[in-house]
């Protein structure tokens, strides 16, 4: 059963455009919630995290949202850049467990 | 400068051998995790331990077994037992002991059968 979903599993973009990866899970009990960012062949980046009792974390370009009476959190990328092409994974911290989603892997296209 | 060394980069197992995974870690982290990545699928856990000499099988334990004798290292062994070890391997760790702790990741090792 997939605990974390993420849709679209890819996405292909113009560069500087602004767009919006989701990322929705079904366990209401939130810890928190993290994205992370995987170049080919290489381990996870962590990119923002998302305390429970947090709405939203910004970094630069990425702002990462947290509704949890919904079940789903957010990443926005402003102004795309070709450097952001890369799967991006979110992962939901449980009571005593983290989940991780399969990925959206996002094509900035030059 | 502190992180997660994974060696190898990538790892290749022939029929009924064993194969061991290392992870290394200067970050003074307590509690270090193993996953597995499979394509399509998220990161799966193999194994966590919150302390030295001390683990706990995750999700997909079977198959794999590993030691925490020292707090920098946690190597992953993958057993003969293991039928479909082909996958990207991520090693983690964290300051906070649970679960559901915020984790740093390795480079990974890529694992493959001959």
């Known amino acids: 059963k997939q605990e974390v979903t993420q849709i679209p599993a890819a996405l292909s973009v113009p560069e500087g455009e602004n767009l919006v990866l989701n990322c929705s899970f079904t366990d209401s009990a939130i810890y928190n919630l993290q994205w992370f960012r995987q170049d080919p062949g290489k381990g996870l980046t962590s990119l923002l995290l998302i305390q429970s009792s947090q709405r939203e974390q910004t970094s630069g370009r990425l702002n990462a949202s947290l509704d949890k009476s919904s079940g789903r959190s957010t990443l926005y990328i402003a102004a795309s850049q070709p450097g952001d092409s890369a799967t991006y994974l979110c992962a939901r911290g449980g009571s005593n467990d983290m989940r991780f989603g399969a990925g959206t892997r996002l094509t900035v296209k030059p | 400068d502190g992180g997660i060394t994974q060696s190898p980069k990538y790892l290749f197992r022939k029929e009924g051998q064993n194969v061991t995974l290392s992870c290394e870690q200067n970050?003074?982290?307590?509690?270090m995790y193993w996953y597995r990545q499979d394509p399509g699928q998220g990161l799966r856990l193999i194994y966590y331990s919150q302390i030295v000499n001390d683990f706990q099988k995750g999700d997909i334990a079977e198959g794999y077994s590993v030691s925490r004798e020292k707090k920098e290292s946690f190597p992953l062994t993958v057993t003969s037992a293991q039928k479909n070890p082909t996958a990207f391997y991520l090693c983690?760790?964290?300051?906070?002991?649970?679960?559901?702790?915020?984790?740093?990741f390795g480079d990974g090792t890529r694992l493959s059968i001959l």
């Open positions: 983690a760790s964290s300051t906070g002991t649970g679960k559901n702790q915020p984790q740093h």
């Open positions: 970050l003074n982290h307590d509690a």
